[in-house]
């Protein structure tokens, strides 16, 4: 019997300021029979007759031969071949690391024999081994022995032996591909003991707070056991809190937090409010999703800046009223705008202006917004409304990316468009790309369980080879062909025909959206098909079930709508999970009884949202909790209750004490103790059914996966593929294309456009070799399209990166040093040479030498050389290098004779007075100058017309900018020294001394998120 068909995931682009544009879906649910399928191969082209084939049709209706299986070999375009790694199941690597596997199994049992205590030994034995010299790679095989057994031990888990293999290929600072269920995150465990026995610390990095805290909680356990620090960073935690987890062993956190840390650390004004150690060992879960998915998302701390939002309502009344192709035109692959001459005539005439690019107002930027605002970023698709606030949709997990927001004024047109309230944009104050802020660890490795699609790019960009790494068991998932259809209104009414049928075998399904609109819009057709579902997409009410809903997405006849499901971090266990389900249960009882009056609430500045509750769905649990099971509970929760409090806890402590009950093995703790058991028990009773179902589900055919669209990387169809088909499951997946779809629609070219004119029925969906060959070339478009993206934003950054080292490393310098004079004394230095320089010049002879001129700019920086006379220089200097010495010498001596005079008025006063100039000149002007370098990199796109290079042309006008930055941060400094003039002010009158400086501001600027005050003195420019 023939299978049924199905495709793949999402089609966007993960950079805060652009977003791809999607249509709106118009669906038809009349037609619930399978449609046939038009087989238009060589015969279409030829003007042969047709053959059609009934779908699920044991023989064609027409023509005397079979259909041809196109397979996922021609559907993947090849992905499985050519350059790419897919022919390789993981043997080379299993042999590559067979004999160092040998060796760990070797010592299996003498490290069985060990009590805990002497386990725990091992480490300090081996850490006191790795400070002698001896080399992490020959301790290897004794550490994740070591590790091992303690898995075993505290968990209840025995690493396979290619998870020992996937940890030795993070450990030789690699990226292991290993596929979904096969234990990523407890392999991760094995090269972070090892590298943490250095004493250098190792940062475990996944892609949100909640992958954090799970993994810090359940694996973290391990090398806690073993005497090792583990640290975990969340969102809202203090400087105090994160420096503290920051110096563990071991520090799960976020690639967002980190990066933060890093600019916040680079905006510190005192070494008390740095939080970071330096980088030593970095292990990336979900690899593809930080190094490439995030790629084109720099990280920005900004500031706010004043704009006027009547502009953006104008505009946005402007671009409701224009007509596209008429007023404007949208290149939706470049995600751009342009207006015609109508839409220029017209906009100059509305707004009665004579030119929209007069410099004064910028009227152009506004127009053009808010026409993107328009075309581009769609409600439900790119960003939800939350009370009055528009929150960015992340294209690639489907989670709001809660703090972020557009810049360049693209946030507030939406807004705009909305008619919500404006906020202020904003001004960057530090930045990084996540391509140069993970090159800067020395050792750097990552997991995914979908890579060697993208090993070219992780090669030249970050210098990581990918290995494959074996399943444990073989992997005998099934996925089906393609199925592409003319227009998306057939293709969402055989989805539903899709899911109908398999919900009718009691196999459970998991759809994959790209778009909240499209998951709402599926999910009506289904209870209009009175076929019951779970709908997980960015909207809140859906969000707060995540858990619940993944942990049931593999029970009998369960069918999950997920928006962009692949990057999920929780596998789909067939039957149901009942430990985490037994966890929930357990939650629903402890949590409302421990946690604080409003923690766990979202917090937000328009709108309070209803208190949580915990509540989960009692549909969800497989059975009804046995009245034994049920009592052994509430004494659990009732001691918890009496011994830590009612109410007492935050919900992250909470969260963290109710994870630790819910793992195997012994606990000291009486309360710990007794949830654990009470935990166990629920587990046990849970599993009496989900076993059962389990088994019902396997004899179905296992988890199907629908895919809706292809993405723009084949590395994103996999991922979706990869839920099902874990651990030796049985299970299948299938793609449903429209030659509408955006990917194809935007990239496909002549040939799709071709199809789409010669095929008129909507509802037939198409076979073709040629099709197929031409959908697999536009997404290969895609994905070199979005790689040369991504690359271009490297190269840009490389530029700027290198300036940033160099401003962040002078900041740093500034910040720790105890004494800076002699930095100090080099800037004076530097600074008398650029005034002789301006004013004289190395080449000038001595009869033209204009002294005065020079000595009337030197008095102008420093009062202090008021007794420079002409003749004193005469006399003193008869070339221009003996000038040159004799200034830097009275350089040296004013500041020494004003760091005397503040000093006898309050000792370390000047010291305190240099960093402070220092660093708020770096600061400041920094800001400024990433102003001017984003203004660079906008104008230089166009001499591409004029045959010139563009990033030549940024790295040299960068380049000089660059210069004139540094020398106006020592020249700014050494003139506010020479000014300064220290003001006490009295205890009573003030809490604390304030240092002022001559015509300066005496306030510290704010630290981030907030406009600078000027924080010195601008010193007069060197040239007269």
Known sequence: ???????????????????????????????????????????????????????????????????????????LGGLLGGIFKGNDTGESTRQQYAGTVTAINGLESEMAGLTDAELREKTFALKERASQGESLDSLLPEAF????????????????????????????????????????????????????????????????????????????????????????????????????NYLCDITYVTNSELGFDYLRDNLATSVEELVLRDFNYCIIDEVDSILIDEARTPLIISGTAEKPSDQYYKAAKIAAAFERDIHYTVDEKQKTVLLTEQGYEDAEEILDVKDLYDPREQWASFVLNAIKAKELFLRDVNYIIRGKEVLIVDEFTGRVMQGRRWSDGLHQAVEAKEGLPI????????????????????????????????????????????????????????????????????????????????????RPVLVGTTSVEQSDSLSEQLQEAGISHEVLNAKPENVEREAEIVAQSGRLGAVTIATNMAGRGTDIILGGNAEFMARLKLREMLMPRVVKPAEGVFVSVKKPPPMKTWKVNEKLFPCKLSSKNSKLAEEAVELAVKTWGKKSLSELEAEERLSYSCEKGPAEDEVIAKLRSAFLEIVKEYKVYTEEE???????????????????????????????????????????????????????????????????????????????????????????????????????????????????????????????????????????????????????????????????????????????????????????????????????????????????????????????????????????????????????????????????????????????????????VIYSIYQFQPVMVKKDQEKSDKVVTNGSSSQRPERVGAVESSSSAASPQASA
């Not at 995150?185 to 610390?201: D, F």
């Not at 293709?491 to 899709?498: L, R």
């Not at 197929?772 to 991504?790: G, P, S």
């Open 145 to 244: 022995a070591v590790v091992r057994e303690a898995s075993k031990r505290v968990l209840g888990l025995h690493p396979f032996d290619v998870q020992l293999i996937g940890g030795m290929v993070l450990h030789k600072g690699e990226i292991a591909e290993m596929r979904t269920g096969e234990g990523k995150t407890l392999v991760a465990v094995l090269p972070a003991y090892l590298n943490a026995l250095s004493g250098k610390g190792v940062h475990v990095v996944t892609v949100n707070d909640y992958l954090a805290r799970r993994d810090c909680e359940w694996v973290g356990q391990v090398p806690r056991f073993l005497g090792l620090k583990v640290g975990l960073i969340q969102q809202n935690m203090t400087s105090e809190q994160r420096r503290e």
């Open 694 to 972: 389990r088994k019902q589900v396997v004899a179905a055919g296992g988890l199907h996966v629908v895919g809706t669209e292809r993405h723009e990387s084949r590395r994103i169809d996999n991922q979706l593929r990869g839920r099902t088909g874990r651990q030796g499951d049985p299970g299948s997946s299938r793609f449903f294309l429209s030659l509408e779809d955006n990917i194809f629609r935007i990239f496909g070219g002549d040939r799709i456009q071709g199809l789409m004119r010669a095929f008129r029925v909507e509802d037939l969906p198409i076979e073709s070799k040629m099709l197929t060959k031409a959908l697999d070339e536009a997404q290969r478009k895609v994905e070199n399209y979005f790689f040369d993206i991504r690359k271009q934003l490297f190269e840009y950054d490389e530029v700027l990166n290198s300036q940033r080292d160099r401003v962040y490393t002078e900041r740093r310098r500034a910040l720790m040093s105890d004494n800076l004079q002699s930095l100090i004394i080099e800037y004076a230095e530097l600074t008398m040479d650029d005034i002789l320089e301006a004013n004289i010049g190395s080449d000038a002879p001595k009869e033209s030498w204009d002294l005065e001129k020079l000595i009337a700019k030197l008095q102008q920086y420093c009062y202090l050389l008021n007794d420079l006379t002409p003749d004193v220089l005469r006399s003193q200097c008869s070339s221009y290098e003996e000038l040159q010495d004799y200034l830097r010498l009275r350089g040296r001596e004013a500041y020494l004779q004003k760091r005397d005079f503040v000093e006898k008025q309050a000792e370390g006063l000047m010291k305190e007075a240099e960093r402070f100039l220092i660093l708020s000149n770096i600061d400041r002007l920094w800001k400024e100058h990433l102003q001017a370098l984003k203004f660079v990199q906008q104008a230089v796109g166009l001499r591409g017309y004029a045959q010139r290079d563009p990033l030549i042309e940024y790295k040299l006008e960068g380049y000089n900018l660059f210069l004139d930055m540094m020398a106006q941060i020592r020249r700014n």
């Open 1 to 75: 019997m023939a299978t049924p068909f199905f495709d793949s995931t999402l089609v966007n682009h993960h950079s805060p300021s652009v977003s791809p544009f999607a249509s709106k879906f118009i669906f038809n649910y009349r037609n619930k029979n399978y449609p046939p399928i038009l087989h238009a191969g060589s015969s279409f082209f030829t003007g042969k007759p047709l053959r059609v084939v009934e779908i699920g049709a044991g023989t064609p209706r027409l023509g005397s031969r079979r259909r041809r299986r196109m397979g996922v070999r021609a559907s």
């Open 423 to 506: 906020q202020n944009e904003t001004i960057t104050l530090a930045s990084i790309s996540y391509q140069n802020f993970f090159l800067q660890f020395p050792k750097l490795c990552g997991m995914t369980g979908t890579a060697a699609t993208e090993s070219t790019e992780f090669e030249s960009i970050y210098k990581l080879k990918v290995a494959i790494v074996p399943t444990n068991k073989p992997m005998i998932r099934k996925d089906e062909s393609d199925v592409v259809f003319r227009a998306t209104n057939g293709k969402w009414q055989a989805v539903v025909v899709e899911i109908s049928r398999m919900n009718k075998t009691g």
